[in-house]
C-alpha cells in the first residue's frame, strides 16, 4: 500500500502549532468568562488600550482575525459599553475606536485571568528555551507570511 501523501504527519510542523493553539484558546476561553468576554473580545480590548482611536482594519489586522470578525467583535464589545466609536476627526468614514471605562475595568479584570495562562505556559520552559520558542515561532510566521498568496 503506498502512502497517499508525501510528507508524513511528524514532519508537518502547522499540525503542532494548531494544536498548541488550540489548547491555548481551550485554557483562555473559560479563563476568560468570569470576566464577560471572549478571547477574540479580549485582545482586541487589549491592542486598544495601547492603540486607542485604532481603525478596525488596523485592529484586526494586529489580533490576526478578518475584518467581518473585527467588526462583529467591535459590535458585541460596543453593545456591552466596554468601547465606544466615533468619526475620526478628518476621515468621517473612518470610526476610531477606544475603551469606557468599563471597558478598562473588564480588561483589568481580563488581563488577570490571562496572564495566569501565560504564566502557567511560560513556566513549563527555561528563559533560553522560552526566547528560542518565541524566535522560531517569528521565524515560522515570517516564512509564512512570505509565501502567502496576494
Known amino acids: 500500500m503506498h502512502a497517499v501523501t508525501s510528507m508524513p504527519a511528524e514532519e508537518r510542523l502547522g499540525s503542532y502549532i494548531k494544536r ?3 489548547a491555548l484558546m481551550g485554557a483562555k476561553n473559560p479563563a476568560l468568562k468570569p470576566s464577560g468576554v471572549t478571547v477574540p473580545q479580549y485582545a482586541a480590548l487589549f491592542v486598544l488600550q495601547d492603540s486607542p482611536g485604532i481603525s478596525a482594519a488596523a485592529l484586526a489586522r494586529r489580533c490576526g482575525v478578518t475584518p467581518p470578525t473585527m467588526n462583529t467583535v467591535l459590535a458585541n464589545l460596543k453593545d456591552l459599553g466596554l468601547i465606544e466609536r466615533t468619526p ?3 476621515h468621517k468614514n473612518i470610526l476610531e475606536t477606544r475603551l469606557t471605562e468599563a ?5 483589568r479584570d481580563a488581563d488577570k485571568r490571562a496572564v495566569r495562562v501565560e504564566r502557567a505556559l511560560a513556566d513549563e520552559f527555561t528563559a533560553a528555551e522560552r526566547k528560542t520558542l518565541a524566535e522560531l515561532l517569528e521565524r515560522a510566521t ?3 507570511e512570505a509565501t502567502r498568496p496576494e
Open 20 to 22: 498548541a493553539e488550540q
Open 103 to 107: 471597558g478598562e475595568k473588564t480588561l
Open 88 to 90: 475620526h476627526t478628518w
Open 142 to 144: 515570517a516564512r509564512l
